[in-house]
């Protein structure tokens, strides 16, 4: 503290009661800015500023990345990663890829389709999802012919789950 005498300003000392007084109302000052900044926090938090969650975050079922990864494995020949989306050891991935590679109309149908169009199918106590890649047409000898191609899903728990595969016609 200063105080200014008649020949200058003099340098005195407070008492310890105010430096201890003085102390408490620092603690005091910096607990009610503290309170201060928390309050503002929680109002911006409560009015909506705030960052949105990622994607990643919002859910934790990505069907149509799945879908796309099994388009990519039949389309790549890849057994094995096709394989990681069958639900049992009875879905022959390699007479799927085949399959799909005997026709390229087959394969352009597979190319073309999103998850969306996936149509959904109920089978008993539960829903599948199902691609379907259908051809017609007419042989040399003027023979009509179908046949088709049909994946079957379960939208499993994280990922779909590739449950049965037919091949008609």
């Not at 503290?34 to 705030?50: E, K, P, R």
């Not at 799927?96 to 149509?119: P, T, V």
């Amino acid at each position: 503290m200063l105080h200014k005498a008649t020949s200058g300003w003099l340098f005195c000392f407070p008492n310890p009661c105010a430096i201890k007084t003085w102390g408490m109302k620092q603690k005091l000052y910096s607990l009610l800015i503290f309170t201060a900044v928390l309050a503002l926090g929680s109002v911006s938090c409560l009015t909506g500023i705030q960052a949105e969650p990622s994607p990643a975050i919002q859910s934790r079922y990505a069907y149509d990345q799945d879908w796309e990864n099994i388009k990519e494995a039949i389309l790549n020949k890849d057994v094995k990663k096709l394989s990681a989306y069958a639900a049992s050891d009875a879905v022959d991935a390699q007479l799927i890829i085949d399959s799909f590679h005997a026709d390229q109309d087959f394969l352009d149908q597979l190319k073309k389709a999103g998850y969306k169009d996936l149509r959904t199918e109920n089978d008993g106590d539960r829903v599948l999802l199902v691609f379907a890649a259908e051809l017609s047409g007419a042989d040399e000898e003027g023979n009509e012919y179908e046949s088709g191609l049909y994946l079957y899903f379960n939208q499993g728990d994280p990922s779909l789950e590739l449950v049965n595969f037919l091949a008609d016609g």
